[in-house]
């Protein structure tokens, strides 16, 4: 009944970008290692090479670690520190999201299963594969012919789907808004200490900014639900 539908996506082709990205996280390691040993440590001091450790680590376990498998009786996406699996009566679309930003190729994959939830295919992009969208065209195409899983589209769940991604678009905004704030708030505190002016340092650089992110994620929030309910 699984002929055809088989299959595993895995890393297979090179990515420099992230050889190079290891090499940078070696080296602000090591100079932040280096300057330790020579100029004394702090507890503050371990925060910054720490970061990049996790970064960096979560980085080679993606390349390395992830990928994505398919058999009949269901799809295994194995993430850098986590592995998810739905049954293909669990699985209600598979869809290749996103469009080519800043030069990037990269257009992740999607599981949607019959709740509503997404969950990522790792390798499954055009950094892997030369054409994700007809590689899951075929592969969905292929799990309906087997029976293994419907194309009827539900409305109710399309409507929960446009939901979730609009509170992620609502999100990452208010993250960018936040960001900004607090660019701006270090413009002020650095006019306040240059004008000898009391500078209210956890205030302006810490609270300011964190209770922008509630507030403008509300609005964001709002603003997309009434353009969405217009269209």
Partial sequence: MGEGIEREYRRRRVVPVVYLS???VTVVVGVSLLRMTTLGTTGWDLVTPAIWVAVGARMALEHWRARTSVTAQGV???G????RTRAWSEIYGIRVEGGKRGGSPRRPTYLYDTDGHRIRL???D???????IGEMADLSATAVRLGLMSSATR???EGLIGRRARRRTALGRAVVGCLIVAVAAFVVFTWLVLTDRPTYTFPLLLGVPLLCLPVLF?????LGETLAARR
């Fill in 22 to 24: 290891m090499v940078a």
């Fill in 76 to 78: 295994t996406a194995r």
């Fill in 80 to 83: 850098p520190l986590r592995t």
């Fill in 122 to 124: 790792f390798q499954v």
């Fill in 126 to 132: 055009e950094q892997q594969l030369a054409d994700p």
């Fill in 155 to 157: 409305p109710e769940l």
């Fill in 218 to 222: 509300l609005v964001l929030d709002r």
